[in-house]
């Protein structure tokens, strides 16, 4: 099982931006698909964005078309999330995990402790 660390969360203001990665313990971070996913307080669980290995191939969720970009640094095992024009209702904690490489929805390792944006002026 990968071990995956998220960070960069933190307060940001309303239409501000921000960058959260996800690191991964083992080489082998190369060979799979990753999502992003935030879970707010008292909602389920969605994914947010996800990439295939390569990177060329990347998923939206409709929230966060046009606002958000999912990228990836096989060489620093890394997986990143940019977030631009936040709202409030992006505030959540944010988690990255491997997906299936088809519809790159579907978590398939334990979650890690994830990073906490709030938006709020």
């Known amino acids: 099982q990968v071990q995956l660390v998220e960070s960069g969360g933190r307060l940001v203001q309303p239409g501000g931006s921000l960058r959260l990665s996800c690191t991964a313990s083992?080489?082998?971070?190369?060979?799979?698909?990753m999502g992003w996913f935030r879970q707010a307080p008292g909602t389920a669980r969605d994914i947010v964005a996800g990439?295939?290995?390569?990177?060329?191939?990347?998923y939206y969720a409709d929230d966060a078309k046009g606002r958000f970009t999912i990228s990836r640094d096989n060489a620093k095992n890394t997986v990143y999330l940019q977030m631009t024009l936040l709202k409030p209702e992006d505030s959540a904690v944010y988690y990255c995990?491997?997906?299936?490489?088809?519809?790159?929805?579907?978590?398939?390792?334990?979650w890690g402790q994830g990073t906490l944006v709030t938006v709020s002026a």
């Open positions: 995990n491997r997906v299936d490489d088809s519809s790159f929805k579907s978590p398939l390792d334990a």
């Open positions: 083992e080489r082998a971070f190369g060979a799979y698909a």
């Open positions: 990439i295939s290995w390569s990177g060329r191939a990347t």
